[in-house]
């Protein structure tokens, strides 16, 4: 008998703690809602209480200067994204190079729906700066003396310079005789050679700026 009402006294308190953690969350969230809705985050409850009815944006979100604000620097943060990317690309070929521009063209042309003028959408930074594979790399080299880089930086040029060598470095890898009886081993260290030339006229045109 003794046993049966201690059972039945444990059960009862664990119910009356479970109504009390119960009433303290529904405290807490019914808090944490007067106080969005306070802040604007979200409306009164409605008749049909459904969760996408009740979030909007709040209307000093929505001004023309403060969605401008936003979205005029977004082509320069793609730009700048694009560049700080090419450094991952392992091999660019020339039919890559035409499939990534059309990628940037794609990205220039949805940004004019978002940008508040068309001149807000360009991607011209990462355009031309993908166009110098086409100069090759004794090309590149002479265009990097000439111009200073052109608004470059270093790392930017030098990434340009390995990505021009990449397909050599590529084929060299996986052939195996070569041309006059050269292996793929000698045929990859003298890409590598010619590389590390054109690396060091690329140093000595950019440091002397």
């Known amino acids: 008998?003794?046993?049966?009402?201690?059972?039945?006294?444990?059960?009862?308190?664990?119910?009356?703690?479970?109504?009390?953690?119960?009433?303290?969350?529904?405290?807490?969230?019914?808090n944490n809602s007067r106080a969005l809705q306070r802040l604007g985050v979200i409306r009164r409850p409605s008749q049909h209480n459904s969760p996408i009815s009740r979030i909007y944006v709040p209307p000093h979100l929505t001004t023309p200067l403060t969605c401008r604000f936003i979205l005029s620097g977004l082509a320069v943060l793609i730009d700048q994204t694009l560049l700080s990317l090419a450094s991952t690309i392992q091999l660019l070929t020339t039919p890559g190079l035409a499939k990534l521009r059309r990628i940037i063209l794609t990205l220039s042309q949805n940004l004019k729906h978002l940008?508040?003028?068309?001149?807000?959408?360009?991607?011209?930074?990462?355009?031309?700066?993908?166009?110098?594979?086409?100069?090759?790399?004794?090309?590149?080299?002479?265009?990097?003396?000439?111009?200073?880089?052109?608004?470059?930086?270093?790392?930017?040029?030098?990434?340009?310079?390995g990505l021009l060598y990449s397909e050599q470095m590529g084929?060299?890898?996986?052939?195996?005789?070569?041309?006059?009886?050269?292996?793929?081993?000698?045929?990859?260290?003298?890409?590598?050679?010619?590389?590390?030339?054109?690396l060091i006229e690329l140093n000595e045109a950019l440091w002397s700026q």
């Open 1 to 30: 008998m003794s046993c049966n009402l201690l059972s039945q006294s444990n059960n009862s308190r664990r119910k009356l703690w479970s109504n009390r953690r119960r009433s303290r969350r529904r405290r807490s969230r019914s």
């Open 115 to 161: 940008a508040p003028s068309p001149e807000d959408a360009l991607l011209n930074h990462s355009l031309e700066y993908f166009s110098l594979f086409n100069l090759g790399p004794t090309e590149f080299v002479k265009w990097a003396k000439e111009t200073g880089g052109k608004g470059y930086d270093y790392d930017e040029m030098k990434t340009m310079l």
């Open 171 to 198: 084929r060299a890898r996986v052939s195996g005789g070569g041309v006059g009886g050269q292996s793929g081993r000698e045929r990859s260290l003298g890409v590598r050679r010619a590389y590390n030339e054109c």
